[in-house]
């Protein structure tokens, strides 16, 4: 069975960072891309970006792309999303997702990161 | 940024009605290999979004028949006929032919 859980967030201070990481299972995780995806309280979704299988490519919406950074360890089937320089627009619940040749067929549960003092 | 303008923002039907949700894309989502990039999500309340439809009208696995997608260049339209109450939710398009990859802002479909 495909999962994917996602872990690191929690409530921290503007301008800080955080590092959330996305821990998968039941799927070869080095075979595919994966990607973030975002949802503010309330609102739509927002893509931030995907990688691909060996961290050749990573692509971020413009917006976010001095902010975040992704990256995976095939070793530990794990995907990361560094976020620095942290504002209360990036409070919302963070997503990963596997990409299958264009669409996000499998979602983690998300998990909520808050930006307050 | 390629947008995509969703309409309704939402629908209230009596279950076993047919619903129907239009995107609109700012640019044609055909890519140069011939296809188009559009899917449709559903994020039921609380919980993850999940695929329905990629590729303007290939229902992912599992998917009931009654979704259908369908549409071409920039105008497109998921039909859910004989909605059920496992239907209801806010529905996303989303397309992955330009870069940025964008998402629709949404129509929420409720019980009248």
């Known amino acids: 069975e495909v999962k994917l859980v996602e872990s690191g967030g929690g409530l921290v201070q503007p301008g800080r960072s955080l590092k959330l990481s996305c821990a998968a299972s039941g799927f070869s995780f080095n075979d595919y891309w994966m990607g973030w995806v975002r949802q503010a309280p309330g609102k739509g979704l927002e893509w931030i970006g995907e990688i691909n299988q060996d961290s050749s490519t990573i692509n971020y919406t413009p917006s976010l792309k001095d902010k975040f950074t992704i990256s995976r360890d095939n070793a530990q089937n794990t995907l990361y999303l560094q976020m620095s320089k942290l504002g209360s627009e990036d409070t919302a619940i963070y997503y990963c997702?596997?990409?299958?040749?264009?669409?996000?067929?499998?979602w983690g549960q998300g998990v909520m990161v808050t930006v307050s003092s | 940024d390629v947008v995509l303008t969703q309409t309704p923002v939402s629908l209230s039907v009596t279950l076993g009605d047919q619903a129907s949700i239009s995107c609109r894309s700012s640019?044609?989502?055909?890519?140069?290999?011939?296809?188009?990039?559009l899917e449709w999500y559903l994020q039921k309340p609380g919980q993850s979004p999940q695929l329905l439809i990629y590729e303007v009208s290939n229902r992912f696995s599992g998917v009931p028949d009654r979704f259908i997608g369908s549409g071409s260049g920039t105008d497109f339209t998921l039909k859910i006929s004989r909605v059920e109450p496992e239907d209801l939710g806010v529905y996303y398009c989303?397309?992955?032919?330009?870069?940025?990859?964008?998402f629709g802002g949404g129509t929420k479909l409720e019980l009248k």
């Open positions: 989303f397309q992955a032919t330009h870069d940025p990859p964008t």
């Open positions: 997702a596997r990409d299958d040749d264009g669409y996000y067929s499998w």
């Open positions: 640019q044609s989502l055909e890519y140069s290999d011939g296809y188009t990039y």
